[in-house]
Structures are given as C-alpha cells and as structure tokens.
C-alpha cells in the first residue's frame, strides 16, 4: 500500500510540476506578445532554418544558428537543476530550467537588452525575436535538458563543445562569445565578428 501511494504521489508531483512548466511558457508568451514582439516574421512566412545571421530573418523563424545555444542552455540547467535539486523529481529541475529560460528570453526581447546587442555585439540590425523564434528556443533548451538528463555527462560536454566550436567557425558567434560581448565587450572580438 505504501509503495502505490509513493507512486501515486510521484505522478501526482510530476503533474503538478509539468503545469507549472506549462505556465511559466503561456507567461513567457503572453509577456512577449504584450511588449509587442510580433508573432511570426514580418516577411510574412516561416521557415525551418534561418542561415543568415545578420539578416531581417534571423530570431525570426523556427531554428537559427543559436539553437545550438539554446540547447545547451538545457545542459547546463539540468545541471543546475541537478545541483541544487537533486531530491526533487526531473519535472521539478525542468520547471526551474523553463523560469530560467523564459527570464532570459523576455530579457533579451527588452528594449534595454536589444539596444546592447547593437551596441556592444555583431547584432547590428537586431530587433529581436518573433514570439514563434522565442517559443522554439524554449524547446530547444527543453530538449538540450532531456539529452542531458538522459545522455553520459561526456558526450553532453561533448557536444556542447562541438556546438561551440561549429557555430563559432561558421558565424563566428556563439553561447560563450554571445555572453561574453553582452557583458565585456571586447573590440578585437567585435572586429573579427564584423570580417564574417
């Protein structure tokens, strides 16, 4: 009797955990929609992949070239959610990962933040994400979480340096280059950028 109730406690707290992830994505959608982020690309149209960095279409479709960034932002917050959650069941560490996410993703769509990637970044014409673009990054690093929940911590590490590296060759930006030019600009690196 006691291990059904256990198990029925463990579903009943996983519910309840994947409702609060639920949530924090509807807020996540509603807050960006009431900044007036537009929902889909003003060309009018979706695409799969954007290759293009520096373009009017880039943060606007489904996937870029920083959904690999998205996707470690999963890899790492299952390991924070490991961390500092560690007897708490998987849905509970994605919850956290998914408040996380949203925060940066309504951060990085502010007026404040968008003006300081022109300034201090590559992103010269950015004008932020499209709530579809800001959607699939949050499903980009839900996926990147189940990975890593699932996957040998090596081959995580692995290919979060291999996304680095990839990204890095072919746009000459990526999660480690993105936070460091948001938050210490560096000029050398703002020019080697611009050469792309």
Known sequence: MTAMTSHAD????????????????LVQVLSQYLMGRIWI??????????????????????????????IIHG????????????????????ALSALIEAGWEILENSPLVIDRYRTATMAIGYTGDSILNSGMDMVSMIAGFFFAARAPVWLTIAI???????????????????????????????VWQAAL
Not at 163 to 185: G, K, Q, S, Y
């Open 75 to 94: 890899f790492l917050f299952y390991g924070l959610g490991w961390l500092i959650l560690r007897r708490k069941p998987v849905a509970a560490r994605l």
């Open 10 to 25: 463990d579903r009943s707290s996983t519910r309840f955990w994947l409702l609060v992830t639920a949530l924090i994505i």
């Open 160 to 190: 979060a340096i291999g996304f680095e590296i990839l990204t890095a060759f072919v746009i000459r930006d990526n999660l480690t280059l993105n936070v460091l030019m948001l938050v210490w600009p560096i000029e050398a690196v703002k």
């Open 41 to 70: 690309c003003e060309c009018g149209y979706v695409k799969l992949f954007e290759a293009g960095v520096n373009t009017p279409g880039n943060s606007q479709h489904l996937f870029d070239w920083y959904t690999p960034s998205h």
